[in-house]
């Protein structure tokens, strides 16, 4: 798995952006949000049952993130046409404000290194990355462990500052300085 001060690698997928019609889909690269914190995360498969959770509660916190100066992405090896028969029919996805990328050859995937070993899907990974392309969060759950949204913005939050964090440091205490 790619990790910490690692290059995100380029790519270029489809996405769903939304439910309009004729304004479902877009390509979508790491240039696309050039001079943003990027913040990436894979979920196993669609239409499963730990998945959705993760992908709305993303999406309910997608604007402080974005607030921040970051964009959020989600991914899986589904299709696009898959996602958006997805958001079409879970009720908790379908005004996601967050695009929903198709990594569906498995390129990305398989470039982090996150692919499960023997069920062949991705796994919970997440990954924080610099406006330079450069990782500086990455962590993987198993299939069934759904990830914590506020540990990721506390985390990103912790990186922004540039300084040394403590243990469960969150935003508005002191850091360790410089």
């Keep these: 798995m790619l990790t910490v001060g690692d290059r995100l690698p380029s790519f270029s997928l489809q996405s769903v952006v939304s439910r309009e019609p004729g304004k479902e889909?877009?390509?979508l690269s790491e240039s696309s949000f050039e001079g943003k914190w990027l913040v990436l995360f894979y979920w196993p498969m669609d239409f499963t049952f730990v998945c959705p959770t993760e992908i709305a509660e993303f999406g309910r916190r997608a604007?402080?993130?974005?607030?921040?100066?970051?964009?959020?992405?989600?991914?899986?090896?589904d299709t696009h046409y898959v996602h958006l028969a997805w958001r079409e029919h879970h009720p908790a996805l379908r005004d996601l404000p967050i695009p929903m990328l198709a990594d569906h050859k498995r390129e990305l995937a398989t470039q982090l290194g996150i692919l499960h070993p023997t069920e062949g899907v991705p796994l919970r990974a997440t990954f924080i990355v610099d406006p330079g392309g450069i990782i500086r969060f990455a962590s993987a759950n198993?299939?069934?462990?759904?990830?914590s949204v506020d540990e990721v913005l506390r985390v990103f939050d912790a990186l922004r500052t540039g300084e040394l964090t403590p243990c469960e440091w969150k935003p508005g205490q002191k850091t360790l300085g410089a």
């Design 25 to 27: 889909f877009k390509t």
């Design 142 to 147: 198993d299939l069934p462990v759904g990830r």
């Design 63 to 77: 604007g402080d993130f974005a607030e921040r100066g970051a964009q959020v992405l989600g991914l899986s090896t």
